[in-house]
């Protein structure tokens, strides 16, 4: 799988999701990178009143769990893989996120509009 | 060092809660140590098997395979509660007896013993397993197993074990008279919680719908990351944001084996019971 173009399709998702377009939100799913201990976009923007489904890929070789208190959800995510967690519907506000092994480095936020 | 300990504290402590209150629980069940003791082994076995296997788990059901695990793990914990209750529920007079020298043998308490086993050995498998992946990454990480971090993964470990024991030493301070009801109704909840758990699994997979998210946000009256908190969520299973599906769960079970409880606690003869409360 060639990940350069994963990580330039989840930039892309991430410019296009901060500049308000619409264009992947089709399904209501969500993706996440986690490399070197941070999240990639470290803002996601869902919308808001509607089941979100956010995929997580972990491409560090260590495991990671997906936490936050806020959207009452946590997940271990093994290294060099990939986990799914649904979300939501969500009110609209900020649902701060965190990788829990590296909770210095891996912060995000899901912003639900 | 230091957030090490308190991530590996905050993982330990919720077994190491459960293990205390069902060791005060049965402690008038003859030859209980020997079972807990096996249970805690065989969770430490399975935590280790669960934390090799995460990346084949989480593949099973299409993706979701870690939150139906967490379910069934949690489920089979609230029924096997559940079970211990109502026999505490028609045994605890007799029990009570027993352990203040009255004599009587104890029948069924082998059987008693096994459930109790997998109770204990459910609670260390679970969060026995996320604590070893987490002391992995630790050590498998590029800026170098450092050792002040496994120093800190152990106290962690120890503190929690050490709250653990306060809790039971605690427990064994409440006057036989009261002792069954406050730790039958400390399982109770303990129960309640894990099936409020075990629902938030189900509705993080999309197999539940949510109901409400949160139903209430008591996130800035008393967070659970806080000491309090933590403690009440691990003790009752508190959430400052709670979906409306968990508290379906957990008042379901709350009164399904509450009144299970009542009714058996009703029936037994009243004179086995006095004689044991005076």
Known sequence: ??????????????????????????DDEFKLVIESHKFQPA???????????????NRDTTPEEFESHALNRE?????????????GPLKPGRYEFVGEYNENTAKGVVIAQ | MLATAIIVFREVLEAALIVGIIAAATRAIPGRNRWLAAGVVAGLAGAAIVALSTERIAELASGVGQEIFNATVLG???VMLAWHNLWMSSHGAALAASARGVGGEIRDGRRE???????????????GSETVLFLYGIAASDGGASWSMLAGGLAGIAAGIAV?????AGLLRVPLRWFFTATGILVLFLAAGMASQAARFLIQADVLPSLATPLWDTSALLPQTSIPGTLLRSLV????????MQIVFFVLVFVVIGAGMKLL????PQSVRKQATS
């Open chain 1, 43 to 57: 803002e996601v923007i869902v919308p808001a009143g509607k089941k979100i489904k956010l995929v997580i890929e």
């Open chain 2, 237 to 244: 299973g508190y959430e400052d944001r709670p979906a409306g």
């Open chain 1, 1 to 26: 799988m060639p990940s350069v173009f994963r990580f330039a399709s989840a930039i892309a998702l991430a410019t296009g999701l901060l500049a308000g377009t619409p264009a992947f939100a089709a």
């Open chain 2, 164 to 168: 653990g024991y306060a809790v039971y």
């Open chain 1, 75 to 87: 997940k271990v995510i093994a290294g060099k893989s990939t986990a799914s967690v649904f979300i």
């Open chain 2, 76 to 78: 089979i914990a609230v």
């Open chain 2, 265 to 268: 606690n009703n029936a037994p």
């Open chain 2, 113 to 127: 013993c096994s459930v109790l086993l997998i109770v204990v050995g459910l609670a260390v498998l679970r969060e």
